[in-house]
C-alpha cells in the first residue's frame, strides 16, 4: 500500500534528517517507527502527508501509495488523499482543536469538507464516532469546547476524526505521550480494534518500546536519521544483536527482575 523508496529528506543545507529510508507497509499492518527524539522517525510520517516543517523537502528517492508516487500529485489530489485514504493524528490532538469553536462545529466542518453532505448527517456521523473511541455521551462532548475535556477526551476526539473515513493508512505520531498510562492503555487498545474493525494499516511514531512490541507486527528501530534494526517484535525482543536496540530494551523499567516489554 505506502511504500518508501531510498527516501533522504533535508532541512536547509543541514545533514539530512531522514537517510536513503526504506520500507513498505500493507494492508491491516501496523508498523513501528521507534528511537530517540530527533531521530528521523516524525519526519517519515510528514514526508508522507507533505507537512514537512521549516521548510523540510524530499531531496533524494520516492514515496508511493498504491502505486502512485505522491510526489507528483496535484495539489487538488493532495487534498483528496489527506484525511480520507491516508489520515494522520497527531502527539497532542488537543492542541490542534480551536479553542474558541465546540468539537461539533469543528467535526462537521472537517466531515463536510471532504464529503458533501448536510449539517445534520455530519454531526451524526462524528457522533457515532465518537462513541466507536469509548466516549460516552457523545452529542454532550460535541456541543463541549475542547478546555471542558480532558487530555485523554481531546486524543479520542483527535483519533475519531482521523478515523471517521476509515483510511486504508493511519499515522500516528506519539498518539499517548502525554497521556497517563491507564488512558494510554485505553486509547492503545481502541486504536488496535479499529484497526481490526477497518482493516486499516498503522504507522506508528513512538519512543516506547514497551508500546511498540505490544501494537506492531513490525519494529523499525531508528538513530540519526537511519534504519539500524527491523524486525517482527519475536526478533527485535529476543534475538537481535543490534547495539541500539538493546540500549533500548535495556532502558526499559523492570520490577523484581523482569522486563515489562
Same mark, same amino acid.
Not at 4 to 10: K, M, S
Not at 164 to 193: H, K, N, W, Y
Not at 197 to 214: C, F, P, S
Given at each position: 500500500?505506502?511504500?518508501?523508496?531510498?527516501?533522504?529528506?533535508?532541512?536547509?543545507?543541514?545533514?539530512?534528517?531522514?537517510?536513503?529510508?526504506?520500507?513498505?507497509?500493507?494492508?491491516?499492518?501496523?508498523?513501528?517507527?521507534?528511537?530517540?527524539?530527533?531521530?528521523?522517525?516524525?519526519?517519515?510520517?510528514?514526508?508522507?502527508?507533505?507537512? #514537512?516543517?521549516?521548510?523540510?523537502?524530499?531531496? $533524494? /528517492?520516492? +514515496? &508511493?501509495?498504491?502505486? !502512485?508516487?505522491?510526489?507528483? =500529485?496535484? #495539489?487538488?489530489?493532495?487534498?483528496?488523499?489527506? $484525511? /480520507?485514504? +491516508? &489520515?494522520?493524528?497527531? !502527539?497532542?490532538?488537543?492542541? =490542534?482543536?480551536?479553542?474558541?469553536?465546540?468539537?461539533?462545529?469543528?467535526?462537521?466542518?472537517?466531515?463536510?469538507?471532504?464529503?458533501?453532505?448536510?449539517?445534520?448527517?455530519?454531526?451524526?456521523?462524528?457522533?457515532?464516532?465518537?462513541?466507536?473511541?469509548?466516549?460516552?455521551?457523545?452529542?454532550?462532548?460535541?456541543?463541549?469546547?475542547?478546555?471542558?475535556?480532558?487530555?485523554?477526551?481531546?486524543?479520542?476526539?483527535?483519533?475519531?476524526?482521523?478515523?471517521?473515513?476509515?483510511?486504508?493508512?493511519?499515522?500516528?505520531?506519539?498518539?499517548?505521550?502525554?497521556?497517563?498510562?491507564?488512558?494510554?492503555?485505553?486509547?492503545?487498545?481502541?486504536?488496535?480494534?479499529?484497526?481490526?474493525?477497518?482493516?486499516?494499516?498503522?504507522?506508528?511514531?513512538?519512543?516506547?518500546?514497551?508500546?511498540?512490541?505490544?501494537?506492531?507486527?513490525?519494529?523499525?528501530?531508528?538513530?540519526?536519521?537511519?534504519?539500524?534494526?527491523?524486525?517482527?517484535?519475536?526478533?527485535?525482543?529476543?534475538?537481535?544483536?543490534?547495539?541500539?536496540?538493546?540500549?533500548?530494551?535495556?532502558?526499559?523499567?523492570?520490577?523484581?527482575?523482569?522486563?515489562?516489554?
Amino acid at each position: 500500500m505506502l511504500r518508501y523508496d531510498n527516501v533522504t529528506v533535508a532541512y536547509g543545507n543541514g545533514a539530512p534528517a531522514l537517510s536513503d529510508f526504506s520500507l513498505e507497509v500493507f494492508k491491516g499492518e501496523i508498523v513501528a517507527l521507534v528511537g530517540e527524539s530527533g531521530c528521523g522517525k516524525t519526519t517519515a510520517i510528514r514526508a508522507v502527508m507533505g507537512l #514537512l516543517p521549516g521548510g523540510g523537502r524530499i531531496v $533524494g /528517492g520516492d +514515496i &508511493s501509495f498504491e502505486g !502512485q508516487s505522491l510526489l507528483e =500529485m496535484s #495539489l487538488t489530489e493532495w487534498r483528496a488523499l489527506r $484525511g /480520507g485514504p +491516508i &489520515s494522520m493524528i497527531f !502527539q497532542d490532538s488537543g492542541s =490542534m482543536l480551536n479553542p474558541i469553536r465546540s468539537i461539533g462545529s469543528q467535526f462537521v466542518e472537517y466531515i463536510r469538507a471532504h464529503e458533501p453532505g448536510s449539517k445534520k448527517g455530519a454531526w451524526e456521523r462524528g457522533r457515532t464516532m465518537l462513541e466507536r473511541m469509548g466516549l460516552p455521551h457523545s452529542e454532550t462532548i460535541m456541543k463541549s469546547y475542547p478546555f471542558q475535556l480532558s487530555g485523554g477526551m481531546r486524543q479520542r476526539v483527535g483519533i475519531a476524526m482521523g478515523m471517521v473515513f476509515r483510511p486504508r493508512i493511519l499515522l500516528a505520531d506519539e498518539p499517548t505521550s502525554a497521556l497517563d498510562v491507564t488512558t494510554q492503555s485505553q486509547i492503545v487498545r481502541q486504536m488496535m480494534a479499529l484497526r481490526d474493525e477497518y482493516d486499516t494499516a498503522i504507522v506508528l511514531v513512538t519512543h516506547n518500546l514497551g508500546m511498540a512490541a505490544y501494537m506492531a507486527d513490525r519494529i523499525f528501530v531508528m538513530i540519526d536519521g537511519k534504519v539500524v534494526d527491523a524486525g517482527d517484535r519475536e526478533h527485535i525482543l529476543r534475538h537481535s544483536d543490534a547495539p541500539y536496540t538493546r540500549e533500548l530494551l535495556e532502558a526499559v523499567p523492570s520490577m523484581r527482575g523482569r522486563r515489562y516489554v
